[in-house]
């Protein structure tokens, strides 16, 4: 008999089949996903287009390396760059979000020829060694120690310290427009763009950590359109291939033209299957303008949610469909309440946030259920 190695904390759910924003499990049951595989359900489970345009390109070819060209990797890099911000039009594809950031990792050493790497307190940006490097929770990193040299973590928001610490020594600074294990938490304004402008100065690299953030999620294609900001190199991940694994860096000249073949690879990497399957999501966020509706279903969300009568709630904060409710308590016995109670399933993020990552083409009748079942839990007597 074989076991899976215990590093998730179960929910006690057997999930089986999902179509839009709605899961059934082994018994049966129907529940409203706004946890969406962390983020990666941006267009829903088992869209017909994602799920027709897998099927398709399974028929024709799965996998190719790198060393050869592809049409549809060619296509869906195109494609991309389409939206990324001006300048940006070089892609890495890679297979999931902490691969993207061990990339970027590597092509600012590799661009800058220095080590010293800035990320954020609270910042959450992978597990692999160099990505959980960057995190910042001491609980995932302790256990791993040593990491990477040359890493200084500074609080996020706070222009001060990035003054104090971006300097002529520094490779990059690592930030999420939002922060999102880390509570659900939107740059203050201005401060990406002082971060832009200290790197400039300085000589070092911005990487913008957009796994979380892109697709539509906060109501614009990529976060840093919020703020008006070009990162150096942008990382992608989770909804990018409507729940196939696949990630990207993108990133200008300026970076592209200090890689050399061998410098990195994937054996899996921009394999045809998920290109296809990203294609599909572009065309879906595009078609279904699930853009906007994230951004107008978020503000009716944020607004609902301000508005419930629980002195429980400390704050409601988030942009379009990435939303945080932080609590004057731990979260998890509510969790389980919505969870069992009402059909709901949402995710912690920390100890006291609860964070509400739906599908971008929930529809309103089911978010309205989600703020009715929050609103009991959140108003009822203590558990």
Request: aromatic share 6%.
């Amino acid at each position: 008999m074989g076991y899976e190695l215990p590093v998730y904390a179960k929910r006690g759910l057997t999930l089986v089949r999902g179509r839009g924003a709605i899961v059934w499990d082994d018994r049966g049951r129907a529940y409203i996903d706004c946890i969406g595989g962390h983020g990666v359900a941006v267009v829903g489970h088992s869209h017909p287009r994602v799920v027709q345009a897998i099927q398709r390109q399974a028929e024709r070819l799965i996998t190719c390396p790198g060393t050869f060209d592809n049409d549809v990797r060619t296509r869906y890099i195109d494609r991309l760059t389409h939206y990324t911000p001006p300048g940006l039009e070089y892609v890495f594809l890679t297979n999931s979000g902490t691969e993207a950031v061990e990339a970027a990792i590597k092509f600012a050493r590799l661009a800058t020829g220095r080590t010293k790497l800035i990320a954020t307190m609270r910042g959450f940006h992978g597990r692999t060694m160099g990505a959980l490097s960057l995190t910042w929770n001491k609980k995932y990193r302790d256990p791993f120690a040593p990491l990477l040299p040359d890493v200084i973590h500074i609080p996020f928001g706070d222009e001060e310290a990035a003054h104090a610490h971006i300097d002529a020594e520094t490779a990059a600074v690592i930030v999420e427009p939002v922060q999102g294990e880390g509570g659900v938490r939107p740059a203050p304004p201005g401060y990406l763009q002082t971060l832009r402008t200290l790197c400039d100065e300085k000589g070092a690299l911005l990487i913008v950590d957009e796994v979380q953030t892109g697709f539509g999620r906060t109501g614009a294609m990529f976060a840093v359109e919020h703020w008006e900001t070009t990162p150096d190199i942008l990382c992608l991940a989770k909804g990018i291939g409507g729940g196939i694994p696949m990630g990207a860096i993108v990133t200008h000249s300026g970076v592209a033209h200090h890689v050399k073949p061998g410098h990195h690879g994937s054996t899996f990497g921009g394999n045809p299957l998920a290109c296809a399957a990203g294609l599909a999501v572009l065309d879906i966020l595009e078609e279904e303008d699930l853009v906007q509706k994230a951004r107008v279903d978020g503000e009716r969300l944020l607004q609902a949610l301000r508005a419930l009568p629980s002195p429980r709630i400390r704050e409601v904060r988030g942009m379009g469909l990435m939303v945080g409710i932080e609590l004057r308590e731990r979260v998890t016995p509510y969790l389980r309440r919505l969870q069992e109670e009402h059909r709901v399933l949402a995710l912690p993020a920390g100890p006291n946030v609860i964070r509400l990552l739906p599908p971008l083409n929930i529809k309103e009748e089911e978010l309205d259920r989600v703020v009715d079942a929050l609103r009991q839990v959140l108003t009822s007597p203590a558990l």
